[in-house]
Every structure is written in C-alpha cells, then in structure tokens.
C-alpha cells in the first residue's frame, strides 16, 4: 500500500464521500473506493484491449496455428481476387 495525495475537484470529492458513506457507512473508507473505482477501470481497459484484437481467447488455436490459419486464408483471397480480375 501506498500512500499520496491527490487533489481532488469538489465535487468529485463529494460524490465520493458520499457514496463511502452509503457503501460503508463512513468516510473513512475513502481510499477503499477510489481504489475500487481505479481498479475497475484499468480492467476494463484492459478488457477493451483484448476485444479489439483478433480473438484470441474465444479460440482454442494456439498464436502461431492462428496466424498460419490467417495467413493461408489470406492467400487463398488473394488468389482468388487475382483470378476473377485477370478472367481467369
């Protein structure tokens, strides 16, 4: 645990005393939300990272099974596109 000091706009401030107080019952119990509230957003930007790439976890491919797959279907694009211009 570390600790600092942070400044704080008014009412930011005030909304985060008042929800430790509706949470915990008090405000001594600052610091245990703001560090719920910081924590929560760095997983979700987190989680946004890992949406926006190709879709690693919903698959069972290892890396490099995927980027041969990617890879082989890409050709097979190109080729295909290559064909149907030259009127093959």
């Known amino acids: ?3 600092t000091t942070i400044n704080l706009d008014t009412e930011v401030y005030r909304e985060l005393v008042e929800e430790a107080v509706r949470r915990y019952g008090t ?3 600052l610091s245990r939300v703001i560090n719920e509230k910081l924590k929560k957003k760095i997983h979700e930007k987190e989680g946004s990272i890992v949406d926006r790439t190709a879709g690693m976890w ?3 491919e290892t890396g490099v099974e995927y980027t041969r797959r990617i890879r082989a279907e890409e050709e097979r694009r190109l080729k295909r596109l290559w064909n149907e211009r030259s009127g093959v």
């Open 1 to 3: 645990m570390v600790k």
């Open 27 to 29: 405000t001594k119990t």
């Open 58 to 60: 919903k698959t069972k």
